[in-house]
């Protein structure tokens, strides 16, 4: 048999890999405790299963959705981000659903980019910016996220010849994997370098909610400008532990949204409405459950930076998501150190290098595990630093 070209560049998905070294340990005996990927360890809210098992009652939402999504939807999303960013949306024009960011992040570089074109990345990233602009046969070009710089792309450092060949820019704050928060002033600059090099913004809003000590994050799209030049997704997957039920929204450039609709009413058809009718009953309702998650997550994060820091890790607690990006211990490189804490302690963080190369000495280690085990696995890992 032979299998398209495509598929050649494209490496197997970061977790996949990961997901399969944790089988073979655990099938070896080992209790792995995995730190690794960010799926909320905890049962979406009851109010809103409940909701759901309404929705899923009703014969109206048993058939075919529309690609671009319900209304009802449309409307609660726009007055979810006029209450909560004060940005307006126009819920005709300017919405999309999506069966969860990723996909509609995925899409959108078969809406955007041709073979030879160039999508800017950051690196480390989200693995599905560079997959997707893979897979549409275009080139990424990385601009490294440093410390020095907050974790903000330099857009200076862009060339010229890039930022003409360019099309697509790929950002998110609050950021996976650093957990760094937008500073002062960058997206105006984002917007003003999309403006100047006619280039579509992507921005991943899929953090927005995790917030810590008193932080609320904004949207890119109440950046004067933005909605010219670019577009926001937003997720119900990390805010409201509903990873496994595929559903979000992208809002903002109309002329951005227009192709994806498109492609997607040839792919896919839609999310499911009692889904999509759940969504819209979330984003009017009440944010008690958002609130209860980031306390848990702030007490989780602050034990965790004890814990590292009694073994000499020096980790800054972050502002938000669901990560710590911590720097490895001298001597140790990112794959090498996710390695020793695998087999030494049993224990599964993420290398910095699965999300490109300028995450090398660092690791992602995720909160969503319970107290208990965060605890034990950092014993654990204290217990095999001092051993070795
Ligand atoms: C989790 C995540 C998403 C969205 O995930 P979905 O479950 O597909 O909605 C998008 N971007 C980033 C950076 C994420 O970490």
Excluded at 111 to 129: F, K, M, N, Q
Excluded at 284 to 299: F, T
């Amino acid at each position: 048999m032979r299998f398209s070209k495509r598929m050649d560049t494209l490496p197997p998905y970061l977790f996949a890999e990961i997901e399969r070294k944790i089988a073979q340990k655990r099938a070896a005996g080992v209790d792995v405790i995995s730190l690794g990927i960010g799926d909320p360890d905890l049962p979406t809210p009851a109010y809103i299963v409940e909701e759901m098992q309404r929705q899923v009652a009703d014969p109206r939402n048993h058939r075919y959705p529309t690609t671009a999504g319900l209304q009802e939807f449309a409307q609660a999303a726009a007055r979810f981000y006029q209450r909560r960013f004060g940005v307006e949306i126009d819920p005709e024009e300017e919405f999309l659903a999506v069966l969860g960011g990723k996909e509609g992040l995925a899409h959108l570089c078969w809406s955007t980019l041709d073979p030879g074109d160039l999508a800017l990345v950051p690196d480390p990233g989200y693995p599905v910016y560079s997959g997707c602009t893979l897979l549409a046969g275009a080139e990424p070009r990385y601009l490294p996220l440093r410390a020095e710089n907050h974790f903000l792309p330099d857009l200076d450092a862009v060339s010229a010849a890039d930022a003409r060949r360019a099309k697509v820019l790929f950002i998110g704050y609050p950021n996976n994997p650093t957990s760094a928060i937008v500073q002062e002033g960058f997206f105006e600059r984002v917007v003003e370098f999309a403006t100047k090099w006619d280039i579509a913004v992507v921005h991943d809003n899929a953090y927005s909610e995790l917030g810590f000590d008193g932080y609320s994050a904004p949207s890119f799209l109440a950046t004067p400008g933005a909605k010219d030049v670019g577009v926001e997704f937003w997720s119900f997957s990390k805010p409201f532990n509903m990873t496994g039920w595929r559903v979000g929204f992208a809002v903002g450039n109309r002329q951005i949204l227009e192709p994806l609709w498109r492609l997607k009413s040839n792919l896919d058809s839609g999310v499911f409405e009692a889904v999509q009718r759940t969504a819209a009953y979330i984003l009017d309702g009440p944010w008690d459950s958002v609130h209860e998650m980031n306390a848990l997550y702030q007490r989780r994060r602050d034990v965790l930076i004890e814990a590292l820091r009694s073994i000499g890790v020096d980790a800054m607690p972050p502002k938000a998501t669901i990560y710590l990006w911590i720097p490895v211990p001298a001597g140790y490189t990112s794959a090498g150190f996710a390695e020793h804490v695998l087999d030494q302690a049993g224990v599964v963080v993420t290398p910095g290098t699965g999300y490109g190369q300028a995450g090398e000495g660092f690791v992602r280690i995720s909160l969503t595990t319970p107290d208990d085990r965060i605890e034990e696995a950092v014993e654990r890992i204290r217990r095999s630093l001092t051993l070795s």
